[in-house]
């Protein structure tokens, strides 16, 4: 139905920036909303940021100024500008994709990409 692969993580130092990418394929007419999630070592995934199809976005507070999201809706990809990144930033990070058309409820994920800040 949906595919997610996501990519650009890698190890930086604090304070340093990085990209991450997430790509969707499969059988569908839309994506209404995409997002970002990610899961620390010991700790419940949650939530970085989401961008619905018109563009409207949504951070968590602890990356609101420093990350921005956005989004190609031709090629069906999203991106995560991360700057001024912190240690406690490291994690896996997922790409979900869900009020996806025509698969009313679902709501899919990528496999993840590994960002590590460190100190």
């Known amino acids: 139905q949906v595919q997610l692969v996501e990519s650009g993580g890698d190890l930086v130092q604090a304070g340093g920036s990085l990209r991450l990418s997430c790509a969707a394929s499969?059988?569908?007419?839309?994506?209404?909303?995409m997002g970002w999630y990610r899961q620390a070592p010991g700790k419940q995934r949650e939530l970085v940021a989401t961008i619905t199809s018109g563009g409207s976005t949504n951070y968590a507070d602890s990356v609101k100024g420093r990350f921005t999201m956005s989004r190609d809706n031709a090629k069906n990809t999203v991106d995560l500008q991360m700057n001024s990144l912190k240690p406690e930033d490291t994690a896996v990070y997922y790409c979900?994709?869900?009020?996806?058309?025509?698969?009313?409820?679902?709501?899919?994920w990528g496999k993840g990409t590994l960002v590590t800040v460190s100190s």
């Open positions: 979900n994709a869900d009020r996806v058309v025509p698969y009313a409820g679902m709501d899919y």
């Open positions: 499969g059988k569908f007419f839309n994506i209404g909303r």
